[in-house]
């Protein structure tokens, strides 16, 4: 009760959730020690690392669960096609932008001949190649693929689905950074009308696509523009940079 007035319930609950992830970090590392084939355990615990953000002990971990995946189960095994996206992923955060793109496309290609081309998990490696495209610079095929993910979660997920908005969102900046603004503001009418539908007015994903939209009305329709300030209580200067909303989109 002590620890929990000097530095509040929320900050003691952070401090707890540290340690249990140390905690368990160094378990998994015991226990990796003692199965060193032990393949789902290795990867497990190089996802546990890379949320603690430490990325150069979980990479050698998720290469090691993907070697012994592939030898064991095959190249096109979902397991190993969930290694493949995971190390993918790491690589892109650490800017090994090459190293992920080939995985990626991997892991993708695997997904379509093993689920087929509108299943989820494919539509996530979809997404997730694209996430990188758009990192790269790569905006004409990257859009294909958003547009590609966004119809297939539309479908399989529905509209108000936090992957579809998150994708829409993707696509909505990729066409604002390529000077498409007019297309893009119906998506990001679109994504906000979704966030408001599962989070509610008030949320801060809600306001922040808010402010993201009003940035883009304003000098374009003031009837809109006002509008908007009125129902999610926007300042008349204040705006939220774009990129600040679903701002990490890759799925594990």
């Known amino acids: ?27 998994g590392s015991s226990a990796l020690a003692a199965e060193p084939d032990n393949w789902g355990l290795a990867n497990a615990l190089g996802r546990l690392l890379k949320t603690q953000g430490r990325h150069d002990e979980a990479e050698p971990l998720y290469r090691l669960a993907l070697k012994g995946r592939e030898e064991q189960l095959g190249a096109s095994h979902p397991d ?24 990626f496309r991997c892991a993708l290609e695997g997904r379509e001949k093993q689920l087929g081309a509108n299943h989820p998990d494919t539509l996530d490696s979809v997404n997730n190649l694209a996430v990188l495209l758009m990192e790269q610079g790569k905006l004409g095929e990257a859009e294909l693929l958003f547009t590609r993910a966004l119809e297939g979660r539309e ?14 969102y993707r696509l909505a900046t990729l066409l604002r950074q390529a000077g498409r603004v007019e297309e893009a503001i119906p998506l990001f009418r679109r994504e906000l009308e979704g ?47 774009l990129l600040g909303c679903f701002a990490q989109c890759l799925v594990m």
């Open 1 to 27: 009760r002590a620890v929990e007035a000097s530095v509040g319930v929320g900050e003691l609950d952070k401090q707890v959730l540290r340690e249990l992830r140390s905690w368990l970090a160094r378990a």
């Open 195 to 241: 966030l408001a539908l599962q989070l509610g007015d008030e949320d801060e994903e809600t306001l922040c696509s808010a402010s993201n939209l009003l940035e883009l009305i304003k000098p374009r329709d003031a009837e809109e523009a006002r509008q908007l300030r009125t129902r999610f209580g926007l300042s008349v200067q204040g705006s939220t940079p």
């Open 80 to 103: 190993t096609l969930i290694s493949m996206n995971n190390l993918a992923m790491l690589l892109m955060e650490q800017g090994k932008l090459g190293e992920a793109e080939s995985l």
């Open 155 to 168: 479908k399989q997920l529905g509209s108000s689905h936090p992957r579809t908005l998150a994708t829409m």
